[in-house]
């Protein structure tokens, strides 16, 4: 790779790449912009002589790793290079030959070209609050400017994701910030709404515990509301079950009484009307009485 060095506007600092981006995604993304060819070069390209263009490098994953240095895996220049494709900084293009790189717009940013310089000093000085802001371009050369130009947008989607995290849970520790990215290509915000409902009733507000919720859901492919709803009556249904079954279990069932010789015995009140029982215990009573007056004559 030739030796030199890169033109790094302050600019970049106010784009939505940068601020959305971990320590070790600028990290990355600084690296690329060094090993980016500055004239051009021939490459072996899917088996083929290439010469690639100022802005183009032919690489892989590893290697991206090795530059970049200590604390950069494989993994976070992935989750980079689709971030960065996402937010049109690059095109990534890979073969098993190797893979191919694209910056878009080098020439804007780092050729030659003096009224490029002029007028992004200009901007500089300006006192911009919009992240995405298009640059304001020279008079004389706006209809070429306005075409090379690219503003790099917000993913909605993510920065939605970013805000809800940060009202329900504070601060966002950098270190979660590629698990994040990765799960909001995963699940929408109403996804994430859903996962930080439970985390809050379940009195665990934290990222975390929020991502663990995701990873869950992804495990056992739940990737829509309506995959969500139908699991919640699944296990609805599943509770109901448990507690009808419960409550069987629960009744008292007395055990029948075993039959004994005594029940072989016919009752003897079976063989008398009610008008004969009258009668039996009005002559008892009769006799009773009788008893009691011998008694007391004596």
């Given at each position: 790779?030739?030796?030199?060095?890169?033109k790094?506007h302050?600019?970049?600092?106010?784009?939505?790449?940068?601020?959305?981006?971990?320590?070790?995604?600028?990290?990355?993304?600084?690296?690329?912009?060094?090993?980016a060819?500055?004239?051009?070069?021939?490459?072996?390209?899917?088996?083929?002589?290439?010469?690639?263009?100022?802005g183009?490098?032919?690489?892989?994953?590893q290697?991206?790793?090795?530059?970049?240095?200590?604390?950069?895996?494989?993994?976070?220049?992935?989750?980079?290079?689709?971030?960065?494709?996402?937010?049109?900084f690059?095109?990534?293009?890979?073969t098993?030959?190797?893979?191919?790189?694209?910056?878009?717009?080098?020439?804007l940013?780092?050729g030659?070209?003096k009224?490029?310089?002029?007028?992004?000093?200009?901007?500089?000085?300006?006192?911009?609050?919009?992240?995405?802001?298009?640059?304001?371009?020279?008079?004389?050369?706006?209809?070429?400017?306005?075409?090379?130009?690219?503003?790099?947008?917000?993913?909605?989607?993510?920065?939605?994701?970013?805000?809800?995290?940060?009202?329900?849970?504070?601060?966002?520790p950098?270190?979660?910030?590629?698990?994040?990215?990765?799960y909001?290509n995963v699940?929408?915000?109403?996804?994430?709404?859903?996962?930080?409902?439970?985390?809050?009733?379940?009195?665990?507000?934290t990222v975390?515990?929020?991502?663990g919720?995701?990873r869950?859901?992804?495990?056992?492919?739940?990737?829509?509301?309506?995959?969500?709803?139908?699991?919640?009556?699944?296990?609805?249904?599943?509770?109901q079950?448990?507690?009808?079954?419960?409550?069987?279990?629960?009744?008292?069932?007395?055990?029948?009484?075993?039959k004994?010789?005594f029940?072989?015995?016919?009752?003897?009140?079976?063989?008398?009307?009610?008008?004969?029982?009258?009668?039996?215990?009005?002559?008892?009573?009769l006799?009773?009485?009788?008893?009691?007056?011998?008694?007391n004559?004596?």
């Amino acid at each position: 790779m030739d030796k030199g060095w890169i033109k790094l506007h302050r600019q970049l600092m106010d784009k939505a790449i940068w601020q959305s981006s971990t320590p070790q995604q600028k990290v990355i993304l600084i690296t690329l912009l060094t090993m980016a060819n500055h004239k051009e070069k021939e490459w072996e390209w899917k088996g083929k002589k290439y010469v690639a263009k100022p802005g183009q490098f032919v690489t892989s994953l590893q290697s991206i790793v090795d530059k970049s240095g200590k604390g950069i895996t494989i993994q976070n220049v992935r989750t980079a290079l689709n971030k960065f494709e996402k937010y049109e900084f690059l095109t990534s293009e890979s073969t098993k030959t190797g893979r191919l790189i694209t910056i878009i717009n080098w020439d804007l940013y780092q050729g030659d070209n003096k009224e490029i310089n002029k007028d992004d000093n200009k901007e500089l000085t300006k006192d911009q609050q919009s992240t995405n802001k298009e640059l304001t371009p020279n008079k004389n050369d706006k209809n070429v400017r306005m075409k090379e130009y690219s503003v790099c947008m917000y993913d909605e989607n993510f920065k939605n994701i970013i805000r809800l995290l940060e009202k329900n849970t504070g601060v966002i520790p950098p270190i979660l910030i590629d698990e994040i990215y990765e799960y909001s290509n995963v699940f929408n915000l109403d996804m994430f709404s859903e996962a930080t409902k439970i985390a809050a009733n379940n009195k665990k507000r934290t990222v975390n515990y929020i991502l663990g919720i995701l990873r869950n859901w992804k495990d056992n492919n739940i990737l829509t509301i309506d995959d969500l709803e139908a699991l919640r009556k699944e296990k609805e249904l599943e509770r109901q079950e448990k507690e009808e079954k419960q409550k069987s279990q629960n009744k008292v069932q007395y055990p029948k009484a075993k039959k004994t010789r005594f029940h072989n015995f016919d009752q003897r009140t079976e063989s008398y009307s009610n008008d004969d029982l009258e009668k039996i215990m009005e002559r008892k009573k009769l006799e009773h009485l009788e008893r009691l007056r011998d008694q007391n004559a004596l």
